[in-house]
């Protein structure tokens, strides 16, 4: 067992109408010109965005608002928001949709404290001194943004996607009602079970000792996210459903289930990162095309370990050796996957790489860095490798 640090300071108000509280909790924080950050037209069509407009004019708040938010959120509309932040006297950024909204607003928040260019914290050049305080209305149940202390970002200019955390950019509160995610294409809710399944996966394989209470708990949270995306790929509009995957996507991105471990393997977002930074691909169907063999790649150095996951979760039978209990794990979670009708290969993502840009994604993965991934440290040749098995 890892000695650890447990720092959740979000106020989650969850369930239904909650987003009638918004004004509420904005004001809470002392707080008296917001930025509300949204995404595409749906917020606006839906009214989700008229309403929170009234709930801050009841509490006499005034507001700014930008939209255009996209997946892999960009970079010069996060400069943008800076610029309108600091120009309106922002106080506030309130981010209304999923973890793209939401990464793109703590960007946002960051910049508009501190002097200088944001992507440089990205790029691991300076480290902010300040972030304007966010909250959120979360639409989408996948990234987990809305109680973490990281954000990722796309560097449209040159195809780099980066993360970024401190705890100043933990959000003030999370408002989540459930049943703003049931207007979401099938697709989408796949891609976001997904993301919550690896968010608490990258956690769960790492290099050194576990804690059995963290296990438990990252296992019993794959096991329920599994069982209510099946629900929801037959049954989209299952409240029930919708709630336990909501709350599951951000219990597995507030730091609960890796306490106690290395801090995770993360190496499959890693290698997501520069996929989606060339290609722009949704980043749960990313994560599934990639993981599988990401996952037969590292599964020597920690076989006992894929062996308890394929146990304990996938509910595979105890075979001859550690190694075939493993394999047939990574089978199983790859059918489990193709049951939500997400890629298990690239091929399936309808991509083909060149040698070329995959070779090019390898050696962008470590810059700055000196590996990638904790069960195996894994440099250039060994990511051209995956890659390669993911064809």
């Known amino acids: 067992m890892h000695d650890f640090t447990y ?40 009214g989700l965005v008229d309403k929170i407009k009234t709930s801050l004019q009841a509490e006499g708040l005034s507001f700014v608002t930008l939209g255009g938010v996209v997946p892999n959120p960009r970079l010069s509309l996060i400069r943008e928001g800076i610029e309108l932040a600091r120009s309106e006297g922002v106080d506030f950024v309130l981010a209304v949709g999923g973890g793209s909204v939401i990464d793109s607003a703590k960007a946002i928040a960051y910049g508009a404290a501190n002097e200088g260019d944001v992507w440089d914290y990205y790029m691991g050049k300076r480290k902010p001194d300040a972030c304007l305080p966010i909250g959120c209305v979360v639409t989408i149940a ?26 100043m950019a933990r959000p003030a509160f999370a408002v989540m009602n459930p049943e703003l995610t049931m207007s979401l294409p099938p697709f989408q809710t796949a891609c976001g079970c997904v993301d919550i399944l690896m968010h608490t996966m990258e956690r769960y394989f790492g290099h050194g000792s576990n804690m059995d209470i963290t296990d438990s708990i990252g296992e019993g949270l794959m096991r329920v996210v599994m069982h209510h995306a099946a629900v929801l790929r037959d049954d989209p509009a299952n409240y029930n459903s919708r709630a336990e995957v909501m709350w599951a996507g951000s219990l597995s991105h507030n730091g609960l289930t890796g306490c106690g471990s290395d801090g995770g393997d993360w190496a499959t977002h ?45 509910g595979v039978t105890p075979a001859e050796t550690e190694t075939i ?67």
């Not at 909650?18 to 749906?42: D, M, N, P, Y």
């Not at 990281?150 to 040159?158: A, D, G, H, P, R």
Request: charged share 20%.
């Open 7 to 46: 720092y959740t300071p979000t106020r989650v108000v969850f369930g239904k109408n909650t987003e009638q509280q918004t004004g509420a909790l904005v004001k809470a924080c002392k707080c008296r010109k917001v930025l509300i950050h949204f995404g595409g037209q749906s917020a606006l069509r839906s």
């Open 270 to 314: 890693m290698i997501e990162h520069e996929l989606s930074g060339m290609f722009d691909v949704a980043h749960g169907a990313g994560l599934s095309a990639i993981w599988g063999s990401w996952a037969r790649h590292v599964l020597p150095l920690r076989p006992d370990r894929f062996a308890l996951f394929a146990e304990r979760v996938m």
């Open 325 to 391: 209990t493993g394999l047939r794990g990574i089978e199983a979670m790859e059918r489990f996957f193709r049951s939500l009708h997400m890629p298990t290969s690239l091929k399936e993502l309808n991509l083909a790489p060149t040698d070329a840009q995959i070779a090019e994604m390898a050696e962008k993965a470590l810059v700055g860095k000196t590996h990638i991934g904790s069960v195996k440290k894994l440099l250039p040749p060994d990511i051209v490798a995956i890659f390669a098995a993911s064809r």
């Open 142 to 167: 996948a990234a987990g943004s809305e109680m973490s202390s990281s954000t990722v970002v796309t560097n449209e200019e040159n195809g780099f996607k980066r993360s970024f955390k401190t705890d």
